[in-house]
């Protein structure tokens, strides 16, 4: 689907936010879905980028760093310019009938998908992000509008807690009371959270992230195994229960 670029923001060096007009994908859009985007030049795969937000029911947001050759043409579009996005993908995190209260934990450029979420669960959330330094931070005062607690943790100590998230995330479960935690950021950040939450009893639900193909269910460039069978992120995730994914390494 052609979807029009309507803002185009750069929130650092390297990272870009971009709203785009697709009222029909909007409308159906969960979190934790994501757009499989053509990026032009010639990087001639889609690459996926997680719904960050989705705007007056229909506009959907998006940001991004830039990697390589997709992400890097990606932040050349303009304003006013179309992109072919295939979306929303993926199943999203569950969310049905769910009134405990939430921790959501992200790292890095895995924050993203977590605004949505934070939006749709409402107050009851307690939202911890960690970043390698107070420079890289993003994104707080919007997750502050939308959630109970923002706590913040840096590698070396510049803002917030000096350490891992988490470390917060045991402090929070020691001391306070969490249902549920979702989850999203790199692999060994995923895992410990996915080892506190299980310690502590917490059900955990994690958005994986592999490198896609087709995006569709078609190549299983994204298999993975989670529950002792291959599955495909891109399909089958990128959510997944955390107490059911074969971390490796
Ligand atoms: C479901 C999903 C949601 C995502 N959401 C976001 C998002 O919201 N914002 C964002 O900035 N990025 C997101 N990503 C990562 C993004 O898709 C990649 O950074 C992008 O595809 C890189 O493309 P490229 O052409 O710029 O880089 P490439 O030239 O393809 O690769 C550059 C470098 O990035 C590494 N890389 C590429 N893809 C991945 C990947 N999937 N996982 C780990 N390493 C990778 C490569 O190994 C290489 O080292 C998401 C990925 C997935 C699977
Ligand atoms: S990317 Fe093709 S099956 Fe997932």
């Not at 890095?108 to 390698?132: D, H, N, Q, S, Y």
């Not at 919007?142 to 070396?156: H, N």
């Not at 479960?173 to 969490?178: D, H, P, Q, T, V």
């Not at 790199?186 to 895992?191: E, F, G, I, L, S």
Request: hydrophobic share 40%; glycine share 12%.
């Amino acid at each position: 689907m052609n979807c029009v670029i309507t803002e185009k923001n750069r929130l650092k060096e390297n990272i870009f936010d971009f709203t785009v007009k697709c009222p029909e994908m909007a409308v159906k859009t969960k979190p934790g879905q994501f757009l499989h985007i053509l990026c032009g030049g010639s990087a001639y795969l889609r690459r996926p980028i997680s719904v960050c937000e989705v705007k007056n029911g229909e506009e959907i947001r998006f940001i991004f760093q830039v990697r390589g050759k997709g992400t890097e043409e990606l932040s050349k579009s303009e304003v006013g310019e179309s992109l072919d996005i295939l979306g929303p993908l993926g199943s999203g995190f569950k969310i049905d009938n769910f009134d405990g209260i939430t921790a959501l934990v992200g790292g890095g450029i895995g924050i993203f998908p977590l605004l949505e979420l934070a939006k749709r669960l409402g107050k009851r959330t307690v939202v911890m992000l960690g970043f390698r330094s107070a420079d890289d931070v993003l994104l707080i005062d919007e997750f502050k509008k939308y959630s109970d607690r923002v706590l913040v943790a840096t590698d070396d100590g510049s803002l917030g807690h000096s350490g891992l998230v988490t470390d917060l995330l045991k402090t929070e479960a020691e001391e306070n009371r969490i249902d549920t935690v979702y989850t999203c950021g790199p692999t060994p950040m995923m895992k410990a959270v996915s080892a506190v939450a299980a310690a502590a009893d917490i059900p955990a639900q994690v958005s994986l992230e592999e490198r896609m193909g087709c995006g569709i269910g078609a190549c299983v460039t994204c298999a993975c195994t989670v529950g002792g069978k291959r599955k495909r992120v891109c399909k089958d995730g990128p959510v997944f229960n955390a107490s059911e994914v074969e971390w490796n390494g």
